[in-house]
């Protein structure tokens, strides 16, 4: 059974970076089938995926136009965990913050299937 | 405003069907047999209930059931009961922004 375990501080102070980091059991960082998400959600904007990175031979990142410049998603090996990076940040930015993981098996099938608990983070002074 | 449009709210009575739909665009919904429902209770994670369209994750009542014509997806509830009060949400994936959302429908047991 895969888990996604959630870590980070709830509040962040306006024009600072958001760091949070999500360690996986029960499945690799590294498994050439899936992808780790970033997804958060808002009464403002609601459901909104940030980016994900994932392992096909070597690391791929990718990101929502949304948050392309502010944004870093990195894997870490190490200790089995993927962390996210938020620089900038606004009120905007106050959400419940998701990890997520997607599984690939296209074209059969293709889907979220995992989720963190979330974290909601408040970006206030 | 989210990409994939669900109507607010849906209300039936027990033992019911209820269809809730998920509307999207050539990008997703109608370019892709990868739409999902999720189910959520308030505080916590999004719960997978469909996906792929029309197939069911292990644990999932089969009174759930999902289905897809052109650009507009489907999740049907049949046999409604209390416990399935909840907001649901459908996803897509998308050949823009990969994951895309509707902004979610609170169904109601009356």
């Known amino acids: 059974q895969v888990e996604l375990q959630q870590s980070g501080p709830g509040l962040v102070k306006p024009s600072q970076t958001l760091s949070l980091t999500c360690a996986i059991s029960g499945d690799s960082v590294s498994t050439n089938t899936v992808a780790w998400n970033w997804i958060r959600q808002s009464p403002a904007r609601g459901l909104e995926w940030l980016g994900r990175t994932w392992f096909r031979s070597k690391w791929y990142n990718e990101y929502a136009e949304s948050v392309k410049s502010r944004i870093t998603i990195k894997p870490d090996t190490s200790k089995n965990q993927f962390s996210l990076q938020l620089k900038s940040v606004t009120p905007e930015d106050t959400a419940v913050y998701y990890c997520?993981?997607?599984?690939?098996?296209?074209?059969?099938?293709?889907?979220?299937?995992?989720w963190g608990k979330g974290t909601t983070v408040t970006v206030s002074s | 405003q989210s990409a994939l449009t669900q109507p607010p709210s849906v209300s039936g009575s027990p033992g019911q069907s209820i269809t809730i739909s998920c509307t999207g665009t050539s990008s997703d919904v109608d370019g892709y047999n990868y739409v999902s429902w999720y189910q959520q209770d308030p505080g916590k994670a999004p719960k997978l209930m469909i996906y792929?369209?029309?197939k069911r994750p292990s644990g999932v009542s089969n009174r759930f059931s999902g289905s897809k014509s052109g650009n507009t997806a489907s999740l049907t509830i049949s046999g409604l009961q209390a416990e399935d009060e909840a907001e649901y949400y459908c996803?897509?994936?998308?050949?823009?922004?990969?994951?895309?959302f509707g902004g979610g429908t609170k169904v109601t047991v009356l």
């Open positions: 996803s897509s994936y998308s050949s823009i922004s990969t994951w895309v």
């Open positions: 997520a993981r997607d599984n690939d098996q296209q074209p059969v099938s293709y889907y979220v299937d995992v």
């Open positions: 792929d369209v029309t």
